[in-house]
Nanobody
């Protein structure tokens, strides 16, 4: 069964770093854009970053620009989100999604998502 599985979440102090992984199973992630998004309790879902497969373009939400980096390893069929200088406001469930080809709306989720992950909790706190 084709699916995305996230890992790498956890508890980190403000200013710390985490790297999230998004492993694709059952389909070749190389042909898909990877979208990372997050949702905190009581807040709307927010697109964080997107990396196209077609031309390698990357897009970031203003709230994470300069701190987060999206990348992929097609040999491992896995995408990554490196998160540095984490802030308490970054606390949320982080999920990845796969969209055929490219990032249609910058870092935001399009309507035509092909595969969804289930999410991993990131908590930034002392």
């Amino acid at each position: 069964q084709a699916q995305l599985v996230e890992s790498g979440g956890g508890l980190v102090q403000p200013g710390g770093s985490l790297r999230l992984s998004c492993a694709a199973h059952g389909f070749p992630l190389a042909y898909y854009a990877i979208v990372w998004f997050r949702q905190a309790p009581g807040k709307e879902r927010e697109g964080v970053a997107c990396g196209s497969s077609s031309d390698g373009s990357t897009y970031y939400a203003d709230s994470v620009k300069g701190r987060f980096t999206i990348s992929r390893d097609n040999d491992k069929n896995t995408g990554y989100l490196q998160m540095n200088r984490l802030e308490p406001e970054d606390t949320a469930v982080y999920s990845c999604a796969a969209v055929l080809s490219r990032c249609y709306y910058g870092p935001e989720l399009p309507s035509n998502v092909d595969y969804w992950g289930q999410g991993t909790q990131v908590t930034v706190s002392l």
